[in-house]
């Protein structure tokens, strides 16, 4: 299994709505991300997780929390998000929490807020 | 402040001829490179890196030349396929930067058939 997965594909949400979006890889990564991506623009980062821990959090919001329940899933919970949080939320991993691994992308989660 | 730059938003390109994407950086720390390839509605895929120590990488019809001393980096396509039309990111990194990869704004290829 080479695939990221991210459920779900779209999501539409008011701004005092909470919800999650959840990220799974079975490649044995122990390495995995969240980043940011609005349109035309470049994926931006949010947070690293390596072997479970929290690495690195790029100064976001704290109306956005990261979750590693495990080395296989990453979860991103959202509560009460402004209309320009909507963004195509993007999860990635890679091999290990090194810098000289590629990261594998999953195909993203389209959040919008109303 | 870009440290990482496409100065090219777009690029078309004859099916069978070359394509040449270009990128910049402004950061001498970096000393890996990467370009990723993204569809509409699909997350970037990986397409061929390159460190800091070679000024060359292959992959199939996919070439990274790197320029150290003008923190240039190039990805030709030889030859260009209509398969090939995407956005392509060009990313660097580095030790002191642990997980993360800083992009360029993208470069949309469109190959003609």
């Known amino acids: 299994d080479t695939e990221v997965t991210q459920t779900p594909k779209h999501l539409v949400m008011g701004m005092t709505n909470k919800k999650s979006l959840k990220c799974e890889q079975h490649m044995g990564h122990r390495a995995m991300y969240w980043y940011k991506q609005k349109a035309k623009k470049p994926p931006e980062l949010m947070f690293v997780y390596s072997y479970e821990k929290l690495s690195i959090n790029e100064s976001v919001p704290s109306r956005f929390s990261p979750e590693c329940p495990n080395s296989s899933l990453l979860n991103l919970h959202l509560h009460a998000l402004q209309p320009e949080d909507s963004a195509l939320y993007l999860c990635?991993?890679?091999?290990?929490?090194?810098?000289?691994?590629?990261?594998?992308f999953g195909p993203g989660t389209r959040l919008t807020v109303l | 402040d870009q440290q990482v730059k496409q100065n090219s938003p777009s690029l078309s390109v004859q099916e069978g001829r070359i394509s040449i994407l270009n990128c910049d950086y402004t950061?001498?720390?970096?000393?890996?490179f990467l370009w990723y390839k993204k569809y509409p509605a699909e997350g970037p895929t990986f397409l061929i890196s390159i460190s800091s120590i070679k000024d060359k990488n292959e992959d199939g019809r996919f070439t990274v030349f790197l320029n150290k001393s003008a923190k240039h980096l190039s990805l030709h396509i030889v030859p260009s396929q209509p398969g090939d039309s995407a956005v392509y990111f060009c990313a660097a990194t580095s030790m002191e930067y642990g997980n993360k990869l800083v992009f360029g704004a993208g470069t949309i290829l469109r190959v003609k058939s």
């Open positions: 990635a991993s890679s091999p290990a929490g090194g810098s000289y691994n590629e990261q594998f």
């Open positions: 950061n001498s720390m970096f000393d890996y």
